[in-house]
């Protein structure tokens, strides 16, 4: 009896054990992607493996995987329901992407891009989901061209040596070139021009003053910034070369100078009158083109003054259409982006799977402005849109689909137009932004209150009755507050 009791009471703590290992095992794994922490660097031709893990790996049947650039759709690349998917990937990559599938038990979704083109360089977004979960990963991908070895070409005769010149082309990014010694010791230039063409290569040329001695002996090397690999080509020029570069050739070479210059000048006489008329004709353009500009400011400045409204607004976010991964303030002033999903009901009113908030005031009439301040910044949008936006599944951000915005977007500020999006190279990033809304003209524009200047607005739109609402989309990392 008594060895019974102490059978029953080893054997108990094996049980719970199993019941709690169990229990662990039936609890859903959250869904994590990640990519390499730098850049990936292909030379162009070459196929480029775009690294991205999964962690678990498991579940491979339900995944979806999409690899995609600026926008969603259309894609770069999607497997989905076991195999891959073509039917919207994007023309410049049809038939040059294979997803590593070989790599899936071990939790990797690698892309392979088969011969890349310097127009494939960029910010590539690896988006995951097996529901209810989905995560991504952003890798960057550098393309190079090795170019031309360098041509060394003996130009002229100039100050007691040789001017040496050196040309090289057909590089990316922007080569760098090194004159040298019979030592290895540099030597300056004594000029450089880098141009770049139609195809997005470099062309380099360069020249150096060869003299007698030390410099008889030198060479000319060429190489890109990011791989480190070049080409290089050496010279030597014999003694008797430089008993031509003599101080009397130096004057015969002044006096002949002097000789075209006084020719030049009598051909100059002879036309002053006519580059004299021909100055007179590009003043007054000029000064017509400026009374243009101060009429182009004019209405601008009358277009930020009519843009202002009286009363700002207080935009108070609405917690019931934020993201699970969006964490507000308790004044719901504040917005922060911690990628940790929190236990909130999925109504019809919360976005999902994109990480957005609307503001709880909506407006069908009047003029409203506002501010957003960007506190900390992975990549973030900011605007309006309809009440009736779509709230599930894949959006598109663009008129269209009832969204006007301008944000931070794969690292360049941009306005989220329609067809395309509108690059905004020329303004800095701000850090805090003024929205102002005119529902009666449906006038959407934007203002850096850092700079005092414009960014963008957008074409005028109809809101057909509508509320519209402050809306902001943030990325990772990404912390943004309201004001006033």
């Given at each position: 009896?008594?060895?019974?009791f102490?059978?029953?009471?080893?054997?108990?703590?094996?049980?719970l054990?199993?019941?709690?290992?169990?229990?662990?095992?039936?609890?859903?794994?959250?869904?994590?992607?990640?990519?390499?922490?730098?850049?990936?660097?292909?030379?162009?031709g070459?196929?480029?493996?775009?690294?991205c893990?999964?962690?678990?790996?498991?579940?491979?049947?339900?995944?979806?995987?999409?690899?995609?650039?600026?926008?969603?759709?259309?894609?770069?690349h999607?497997?989905?329901?076991?195999?891959?998917?073509?039917?919207?990937?994007?023309?410049?990559?049809?038939?040059?992407?294979?997803l590593?599938?070989?790599?899936?038990?071990?939790?990797?979704?690698?892309?392979?891009?088969?011969?890349a083109?310097?127009?494939d360089?960029?910010?590539?977004?690896?988006?995951?989901?097996?529901?209810?979960h989905?995560?991504?990963?952003?890798v960057?991908?550098?393309?190079?061209?090795?170019?031309?070895a360098?041509?060394?070409?003996?130009?002229?005769?100039?100050?007691?040596?040789i001017?040496?010149?050196?040309?090289?082309?057909?590089?990316?990014?922007?080569?760098?070139?090194?004159?040298?010694?019979?030592?290895?010791?540099?030597?300056?230039a004594?000029?450089?021009?880098?141009?770049?063409?139609?195809?997005?290569?470099?062309?380099?040329?360069?020249s150096?003053?060869?003299?007698?001695?030390?410099?008889?002996?030198?060479?000319?090397?060429?190489?890109?910034?990011?791989?480190q690999?070049?080409?290089?080509?050496?010279?030597y020029?014999?003694?008797?070369?430089?008993?031509?570069?003599?101080?009397?050739?130096?004057?015969?070479?002044?006096?002949?100078?002097?000789?075209?210059a006084?020719?030049?000048?009598?051909v100059?006489?002879?036309?002053?009158?006519?580059?004299?008329?021909a100055?007179?004709?590009?003043?007054?353009a000029?000064?017509?083109?400026r009374?243009?500009?101060?009429?182009?400011?004019?209405?601008?400045?009358?277009?930020?003054?009519?843009?202002?409204?009286?009363?700002?607004?207080?935009?108070v976010?609405?917690?019931?259409?934020?993201?699970?991964?969006?964490?507000?303030s308790?004044?719901?002033?504040?917005v922060?982006?911690?990628?940790?999903?929190?236990?909130?009901p999925?109504g019809?009113?919360?976005?999902?799977p994109?990480?957005?908030?609307?503001?709880?005031?909506?407006?069908?009439?009047?003029?409203?402005?506002?501010e957003?301040?960007?506190?900390?910044?992975?990549?973030?949008?900011?605007?309006?849109?309809?009440?009736?936006?779509?709230?599930?599944?894949?959006?598109?951000?663009?008129?269209?689909?009832?969204?006007?915005?301008?944000?931070?977007?794969?690292?360049?500020?941009?306005?989220l137009?329609?067809?395309?999006?509108?690059p905004?190279?020329?303004?800095?990033?701000?850090?805090?932004?003024?929205?102002?809304?005119?529902?009666?003209?449906?006038?959407?524009?934007?203002?850096?209150?850092?700079?005092?200047?414009?960014?963008?607005?957008?074409?005028?739109?109809?809101?057909?009755?509508?509320?519209?609402h402050?809306?902001?989309?943030?990325?990772?990392?990404?912390?943004?507050?309201?004001?006033?």
């Open positions: 009896m008594l060895s019974s102490h059978l029953c009471c080893s054997l108990l703590p094996f049980v054990c199993g019941f709690v290992v169990q229990a662990q095992e039936l609890q859903p794994a959250v869904l994590q992607v990640t990519a390499a922490p730098g850049p990936v660097v292909v030379a162009a070459q196929d480029a493996v775009l690294p893990q999964v962690r678990p790996a498991q579940g491979w049947a339900q995944l979806e995987v999409t690899w995609f650039r600026e926008h969603f759709s259309p894609f770069v999607r497997y989905k329901q076991g195999q891959d998917q073509f039917g919207e990937q994007m023309p410049q990559f049809q038939g040059r992407t294979r590593l599938r070989g790599g899936l038990p071990n939790g990797s979704v690698d892309l392979k891009l088969l011969r083109r310097l127009a360089r960029g910010s590539y977004t690896c988006f995951v989901r097996r529901d209810p989905y995560d991504e990963a952003v960057e991908l550098r393309v190079t061209a090795s170019g031309s360098p041509l060394l070409v003996l130009e002229q005769y100039q100050a007691g040596g001017r040496l010149g050196c040309h090289s082309s057909g590089w990316h990014p922007e080569p760098r070139l090194l004159w040298q010694d019979a030592h290895g010791q540099q030597l300056p004594l000029s450089e021009d880098i141009a770049q063409d139609s195809r997005g290569l470099f062309a380099v040329n360069s150096i003053i060869l003299t007698r001695g030390t410099k008889q002996n030198l060479s000319c090397s060429v190489q890109d910034a990011l791989s690999q070049g080409q290089a080509s050496a010279l020029v014999a003694d008797p070369f430089f008993q031509n570069a003599q101080p009397w050739m130096a004057a015969l070479g002044v006096t002949l100078l002097a000789v075209v006084l020719l030049l000048l009598a100059y006489l002879l036309k002053v009158r006519g580059r004299q008329q100055t007179i004709a590009l003043q007054k000029a000064l017509r083109e009374e243009a500009e101060i009429e182009r400011q004019a209405e601008e400045l009358a277009w930020r003054r009519y843009a202002a409204p009286i009363e700002e607004v207080k935009v976010l609405d917690p019931d259409t934020a993201h699970c991964d969006l964490v507000l308790e004044d719901c002033r504040d922060r982006r911690e990628d940790r999903r929190q236990d909130l999925d019809p009113q919360r976005f999902n994109w990480r957005c908030v609307l503001g709880r005031e909506g407006f069908t009439s009047g003029r409203h402005c506002w957003v301040e960007v506190v900390d910044a992975g990549g973030w949008t900011v605007g309006v849109c309809r009440e009736d936006v779509k709230r599930k599944g894949e959006i598109e951000f663009k008129p269209e689909e009832g969204i006007w915005a301008v944000g931070l977007w794969a690292g360049q500020l941009q306005a137009s329609s067809p395309s999006r509108t905004l190279p020329q303004l800095r990033v701000p850090r805090r932004l003024r929205v102002c809304l005119d529902c009666a003209e449906g006038r959407v524009a934007f203002f850096s209150v850092d700079e005092e200047l414009p960014i963008f607005t957008f074409p005028l739109a109809s809101f057909e009755g509508v509320k519209v402050p809306w902001v989309w943030l990325g990772p990392g990404t912390w943004l507050k309201m004001w006033p």
